[in-house]
């Protein structure tokens, strides 16, 4: 009776047992209900994780969102509800410094933003309503100093705001706005004081090549650069690292000429005095990038590469990257991506719709963190963007690590092999810590973390998650309400819908929405399939 009457309220445990080196912290969870619309996990680094999700609206012209914020053991310190129209969805979210930012947009009128800031210190909740930005298709949100940065697309053209909330004004970004250009980044420094902005462009050799602009966190340019490039090469991504003792390193994939798909990485550092250094690798003269592919293949591959290189030719490989963010720790910039074969589509369009696929374009695409569809709920949306079926095969994770002069210092890379349908999103999720680096993954009720200092071992440690009982079984999961967030240090969060029997010989059956965390460790003991 006591058994049966905790299990109709929130759950909690923590838990120390370690599976080799992965240990399970704590697991939260709680009935998952017919009128949950959704679910989004918010990682608030040591002061623990926000999860945020909207109720059904009925007939009502607003929308219920209601909040759990929990310490880092996962133990509910605060908790509350918020109104917002139906007709808004979620569009992104940040958190810093002990706020959480929620940024709404109408579904009909891109003009109208609605921002949701709640206080987890002093458990306060506040909405802004900036009433300046036009039309504007979001792609970047993050926040500086009480300052919001918002960056999209007007009518195809980047563009870049900066929301005072203080003084309520907003102002647009210099520099910014410009034809045949895509907004690649937005990233805040490690200084906390200067942000990055970071688009391509085409060169007077018409060439595309990437124009970083810097700001501070009051919206006033504080410098700006082209980056230089060997005529003919292409660069199709770019990500900043902060400026550190003002040099800065940005990384990207780039292609010769105009093919279709990249041929390497770049890697282009800019010192003290101006004066940039850019290096092109082609795929083939990274230790680890082709072991996906087999070690015969692998060979081959490297020695097309390095010949190709050798003899000044042309060389290119069907990939594309999702790179999320270069990840500063211990003197190291770490650029991590999962790499994917792209959809088979012309050089024409195919540089049109890969800038498509942006975290925010995959926000509101059906599965964890959405809010999407009527009255913030769930519509059926087909895997379809920009005229193309968006249908993804996974190959591997790749970990580039450099120094903060840019040098390349050891590269890793784990096969991943799964086909993702819908939106393109990250699979799993990296960490570093204490210079060790990890690449950690959830699928089909499996958690798979692979120690990526290790490069000797093509394996990566397996487990099932803990549960809150000893008799607790897993009967089912659902593929799109699942997701793995780094947390801090060496810990993860795993999220999603499991239906969990406590006892096999009784039919009840507990629907949750399930928090884990996790640490990860190097040690990490051979695991048996059996």
Known sequence: ??????????????????????????????????????????????????????????????????????????????????????????????????????????????????????????????????????????????????????????????????????????????????????????????????????????????????????????????????????????LLSGISSSIIDRTQTIVGLYSIKTGTYPSGIYVNHVDRTGKQTMKYYYFGEFETFLDHVGEKRATRLKEKALSARENNREWRYKTDALFREIIEEDGKLIVAGEFFKPWTVSTDNYWRNRTRFSRFADLNNTGIGTFQGQGLGRIPTTPVQGGVRSDFNFTHAFALVLDEKGEVQWDSSFEIEENVDGALEDFGAFQWHENKGFYAFYHDKELVVKYLNDKESQEGNKSELELIYDDDKLKFERDLYRGISRWYGNKYLIYGLQHVRSDETKPNIRKVFFINAITVGPDFEPTNDD
């Open 1 to 234: 009776m006591i058994k049966r009457l905790l299990l109709s309220c929130l759950f909690l445990l923590t838990i120390f047992s370690v599976n080799g080196q992965v240990g399970h912290i704590a697991r939260y969870e709680f009935p998952h209900e017919w009128n949950n619309q959704d679910h989004i996990v918010i990682p608030n680094e040591e002061k623990g994780v926000l999860l945020v999700q909207p109720m059904s609206p009925g007939t009502a012209k607003n929308v219920d969102i209601q909040y759990r914020y929990l310490d880092k053991n996962l133990k509910e310190a605060w908790t509350g509800f918020f109104e917002v129209s139906r007709r808004l969805y979620l569009k992104g979210y940040h958190y810093v410094d002990g706020m959480a930012y929620l940024l709404f947009q109408n579904r009909n009128s891109q003009r109208y933003i609605k921002l949701v800031t709640l206080d987890l210190d002093n458990k306060k909740v506040d909405s802004y309503e900036p009433k300046q930005i036009v039309e504007l298709d979001i792609q970047e949100f993050e926040v500086i100093k009480k300052t919001v940065i918002i960056g999209g697309y007007i009518e195809s053209r980047p563009a870049v705001f900066a929301y005072d909330l203080a003084g309520g004004n907003v102002r647009t970004l210099p520099n910014v706005y410009q034809n045949n250009s895509d907004l690649l980044e937005v990233r805040i420094n490690r200084d906390s004081l200067t942000f990055n902005v970071v688009a391509s462009e085409i060169n007077d050799a018409k060439d595309r090549t990437i124009l970083v602009n810097t700001y501070d966190y009051k919206g006033n340019a504080v410098r700006d650069y082209q980056l230089e490039t060997e005529e003919g090469h292409q």
